[in-house]
């Protein structure tokens, strides 16, 4: 059975931080891309940023130089350092694995940040 549970959500003031942890069972890990979404209200899901299993990064440009996504394929598990936080960071974020034959989801952690 699949699995990806988040944590480290939370509430935060603008100009704060929070680390977004994703641990993954179920999956050849160290062969799987991970990715961090996220959805605020009213909006559509967008992709945050990504790390391939061997450790190339991308980001959307509204979290470059703030956000930093890694991974450590001994302890399975992918994280999402995010500083400089703003109020538009306000979403449910949520961690993604995929493969080239399938593609799985976390169940989401909140991340409110305060103005």
């Known amino acids: 059975q699949v699995q990806l549970v988040e944590s480290g959500g939370g509430l935060v003031q603008a100009g704060g931080s929070l680390r977004l942890s994703c641990a993954a069972s179920?999956?050849?890990?160290?062969?799987?891309?991970m990715d961090w979404y996220r959805q605020a209200p009213g909006k559509q899901r967008e992709l945050v940023a990504t790390?391939?299993?061997?450790?190339?990064?991308d980001y959307a440009d509204s979290v470059k130089g703030r956000f930093t996504i890694s991974r450590d394929n001994t302890r399975r598990t992918v994280s999402l350092e995010m500083n400089s936080l703003k109020p538009e960071d306000t979403a449910v974020y949520y961690c993604?694995?995929?493969?080239?034959?399938?593609?799985?989801w976390g169940q989401g952690t909140q991340v409110t940040v305060s103005s």
């Open positions: 993604h694995g995929r493969t080239s034959r399938n593609d799985y």
């Open positions: 179920g999956i050849i890990f160290s062969r799987t891309t």
């Open positions: 790390i391939t299993p061997v450790g190339t990064t």
